[in-house]
């Protein structure tokens, strides 16, 4: 898999990188105001919120970076953050991405559903014009039948 992000990552990303600016940079009124933000959109139902959806990674990247470093000043503090933001940002997307793509069919899984499907498809490949091809449809993932297929 490519290392390039998707436009939705990077949408997150720039959000994120913001949202953590904010909340290192802001002092208790600043937080309290994305605090109450943050719980307004958390009660939407139309629509999601970059804010409320970034809110856990965030917090949590700040938690950690506090208790590893806690003598690091705001610059130091807020460039570890993003860091470790963004990270956690591509982390989640690639297995987000990952979780999507298992559950896709792919083409060497269409004899198994047809298959399983009990269906029959007209094959107008040029890779079963050879008489010899043989097929293995795995059953259930236990047994194995082989299919002759005849042009």
Known sequence: MANIPSISTLYAESHAINYTSIRIKGDQIVNKALDAKVS????????????VQ?????VDAIAEIDDKCPTLGKDARLEKAKKDVIKRIRTKAIDM?????????????LPLLLHEMEMDADWKSELFSNTNYFIKLKKHHKEFITVQINP
């Open 40 to 51: 307004r959109e958390g009660q939407w139902i139309r629509k999601q919120s970059a804010a």
């Open 54 to 58: 970034l809110e856990p990674v965030i």
């Open 97 to 109: 991405t990952k979780a999507k793509a298992e559950t896709l069919i792919l083409p060497g899984q």
